[in-house]
């Protein structure tokens, strides 16, 4: 034990305290340029301003402030709702339970995607497509329309196409197969994505930010190629760029990557 005054600091406060630093850092990059942390900061304030007025004796405005605190933690789940079950499926989904659910894409499934997604980048037609854990996306699926046929670049193609009625909306590959198209997705809330992206591509990322998911979209306004993982949207892909970040999270050599395809790298917004 280490003396500090009238306080004994010895090895196993020192763990304890790197745990909660550790904590408190993953909770500010958790909730870092959502409405959360201006929340966070008038919660606090209105804390110390209790404080003060308890101090200065001052009843009712203390008996006011007591009141609201009393529902403090109530209102707390309340306000951060969004952000409690993002981090409730980030951290159920974190876990190796994917390993033995499969969902590793072959080669040959990345290779059509990427077929597609040149030939709809050059034409400009919108699209998003979204490579799903066997474990994920269930709901996301059954409100969707059903397909269950082999990944192939004429099919992805067509479902896009502007003429069909399947083109609006989210094309989700599992287990090697289409196995739903025309699927709605939650629309991200992150204000720190760019106003030059539209619905499409803060829906790729709102699906990301709660599901183990990666998502490729094609811009219908320029062409420009981009993906979503873990919450963040990379923009500007050359398709050589697209074919090493599909193999980085989806192929089967990721496994052999120090386990990347589960410890993932936070991507720069853009």
């Not at 990944?151 to 287990?175: C, Q």
């Not at 720190?192 to 990322?205: C, D, E, P």
């Not at 811009?219 to 050359?238: P, V």
């Amino acid at each position: 034990m280490i003396p500090f005054g009238f306080l004994e600091f010895g090895l196993k406060d020192l763990f304890e305290t790197l745990i909660i630093a550790f904590v408190l850092y993953y909770l500010y990059s958790w909730i870092r340029g959502s409405f959360a942390v201006p929340a966070f900061i008038g919660l606090i304030i209105i804390f110390a301003i209790n404080v003060l007025v308890s101090a200065l004796g001052l009843t009712t405005i203390n008996f006011i402030l007591r009141r609201f605190m009393d529902v403090g933690i109530l209102a707390l789940i309340i306000l951060f709702q969004p952000e409690i079950r993002k981090l409730l499926y980030r951290i159920g989904q974190n876990t190796n339970f994917d390993r033995f659910f499969g969902g590793i894409e072959s080669e040959s499934v990345i290779e059509e995607v990427i077929e597609a997604v040149k030939n709809m980048a050059r034409t400009k037609t919108g699209a998003l497509i979204v490579f799903a854990k066997s474990s994920t996306l269930h709901d996301l699926v059954d409100v969707g329309t059903k397909i269950d046929a082999r990944v192939s670049s004429k099919l992805i193609m067509t479902i896009f196409n502007k003429e069909t009625p399947l083109h609006d909306g989210a094309l989700v590959i599992r287990n090697d197969r289409i196995v739903a198209a025309s699927c709605y997705l939650p629309i991200s809330q992150n204000p720190n994505i760019s106003s030059v992206f539209g619905t499409r591509h803060r829906a790729a990322v709102g699906v990301s930010e709660s599901n183990n998911v990666f998502v490729v979209v094609v811009s219908e306004e320029t062409g420009r190629i981009s993906i979503a993982f873990n919450g963040a949207l990379t923009s500007g892909l050359t398709i050589q760029k697209l074919r090493s970040e599909m193999e980085l999270h989806l192929s089967d050599q990721s496994e052999n990557r120090e386990d990347l395809s589960f410890v993932s790298e936070e991507l720069e917004l853009k």
